[in-house]
């Protein structure tokens, strides 16, 4: 089992910055894949970001690639996206997931991950 918790969101303005931070517990000796998913109101759950085991592979959804980074310290079991040039259609709520049965896998969709945090809130607004 693996607990996932995720801190730094919050509200900034237009063009401004985030770094969301996702920690695990539990079962962290098994290597995992992370990945970021967020849920505007009214909308569906969007893949943002993934992240490989080792930290080496990594993968960004379209709207989010050039202005997002996604990294991890293995050390203290933390993943981190930061968010760079925000608009307001990145606000949302903002989930972290692990998936402990395919480390490598790069693929940004829902169902592959059986961990999920309890997510942060991320407002772009002026």
């Known amino acids: 089992q693996l607990q996932l918790v995720e801190s730094g969101g919050g509200l900034v303005q237009p063009g401004g910055s985030l770094r969301l931070s996702c920690a695990a517990s539990g079962l962290t000796t098994k290597p995992f894949a992370v990945g970021w998913f967020r849920q505007a109101p009214g909308k569906e759950r969007e893949g943002v970001s993934v992240?490989?085991?080792?930290?080496?592979?990594?993968n960004y959804a379209n709207s989010v690639k050039g202005r997002f980074t996604i990294s991890r310290d293995n050390v203290k079991n933390t993943v981190y996206l930061q968010m760079n040039s925000l608009t307001p259609e990145d606000t949302a709520v903002y989930y972290c997931?692990?998936?402990?049965?395919?480390?490598?896998?790069?693929?940004?969709?829902?169902?592959?991950?059986?961990?999920w945090g309890q997510g942060t809130q991320v407002t772009v607004s002026s």
């Open positions: 997931a692990a998936d402990s049965t395919n480390e490598y896998g790069m693929g940004l969709f829902s169902s592959r991950f059986q961990f």
């Open positions: 992240i490989s085991g080792s930290g080496r592979s990594n």
